[in-house]
């Protein structure tokens, strides 16, 4: 056999064909590489995966459409079925036990689960692969049909976190240790340690070492409710904010409309996608109260103002929005705290000096 080909190559390749939305040419890059000696692991974790990543960064930077970013997810999709189900595939067949791999409910960015489906696949394990946006009473029904040794959870929207912290706390107490993984869980696992999840791994390969050292099952004498994990939540802010998001997002409209004039000739596609992104705005917020981490929401709020200055769209639009909110919850103290400090990561964006501008 010969030396295994460069990743690095093989992953500008496989962009290459992707960008092009060439089904045909991405699976005989990967194919190739594969005969000439690439492990089907690196395939997965240092060839699609960076492609994939890539994918994200080029929507970012409105250098491709929604629409050719969906299309280069689902060709990488079925690159990685075309690996699994190749003929001469060796696969073992699962002497290490079973396991869960599941999104979060709402979850719908599946590919990296379905990554470490197939990584742990070939590392033995039993893997029930359930996809993205799976309801937490099924995945529960499933675990009482099958008793696995873990569930590995993943998230990439933080938006998602309440809800994982129920989908974790649902699987405990029927003595399913989880294992969580993904952005959704921040930098070094931060909110899986927050949500009290069993166990948290970086990435596949990280996963596969947790396992390998097992993870013991959990306790189910004891009844646990959010407010048991997170404390804070006993001030009700995040619970009063979250219920009242229909009312803010209308509201924040109107007022922007009364402060901006302008407003009222927009269409009706540019109403809806206004509301949308004061939707946005309100669901980061309330995560950050319900996780108690003002940083989370000053994270979104920064990642925004990089999307619309790659769209011309002016950043500091974005702080009307939070002036507008603020006034709206000016009863919640902790709520106030983390607009302020969005807005103050925000004000700091704005004086940014541009890459490559003259001073």
Not at 173 to 196: D, E, M
């Amino acid at each position: 056999m010969s030396e295994p080909v460069a990743t690095t190559a093989v992953v500008e390749r496989l962009w290459q064909a992707v960008s092009d939305g060439d089904e045909h040419g991405a699976a005989r890059v990967v194919h190739d590489a594969l005969a000439e000696g690439t492990s089907e692991e690196a395939l997965l974790l240092d060839v699609i995966a960076p492609v994939q990543e890539r994918v994200g960064v080029e929507w970012a930077a409105d250098r491709i459409t929604v629409a050719q970013e969906h299309a280069a997810t689902a060709i990488n999709e079925r690159v990685i079925a075309s690996l699994a189900h190749r003929p001469d595939s060796r696969r073992n067949t699962g002497h290490r036990g079973r396991v869960v791999v599941s999104c979060v409910d709402g979850e719908w960015h599946a590919l990296p689960a379905r990554l470490v489906a197939e990584v742990l696949t070939l590392h033995g394990w039993r893997v029930d692969y359930l996809g993205a946006q799976t309801p937490t009473p099924h995945l529960v029904a499933h675990l009482h049909l099958t008793n696995p040794a873990a569930v590995l959870l993943s998230g990439s929207l933080p938006t998602h976190l309440p809800t994982a912290h129920a989908t974790i706390t649902a699987c405990q107490a029927i003595g399913v240790p989880v294992l969580a993984g993904g952005r959704a869980f921040g930098p070094g696992g931060r909110y899986a340690k927050k949500l009290r999840a069993d166990r948290w791994a970086a990435d596949a390969r990280a996963a596969v070492a947790v396992l390998d050292q097992g993870i013991p099952r959990p306790d189910t004498s004891a009844i646990r409710h959010a407010v048991d994990d997170l404390p804070h939540l006993a001030d009700q802010e995040y619970t009063w904010v979250a219920r009242s998001r229909p009312q803010l997002v209308k509201q924040t409209l109107v007022d922007l409309e009364g402060r901006f004039p302008a407003m009222r000739t927009y269409s009706d596609a540019q109403l809806e996608r206004t509301a949308e992104d004061i939707a946005h705005t309100v669901d980061f917020l309330t995560t950050a109260l319900y996780v108690d981490d003002p940083g989370l929401f000053a994270g979104f709020l920064t990642w925004t103002a990089d999307i619309l200055t790659a769209r011309n769209v002016p950043a500091h639009s974005l702080l009307s929005g939070l002036d507008v909110l603020a006034g709206q919850l000016h009863d919640f103290p902790r709520t106030l705290k983390t607009i302020e400090l969005g807005s103050t990561a925000l004000s700091e964006y704005a004086v940014r000096p541009v890459p490559g501008a003259r001073a």
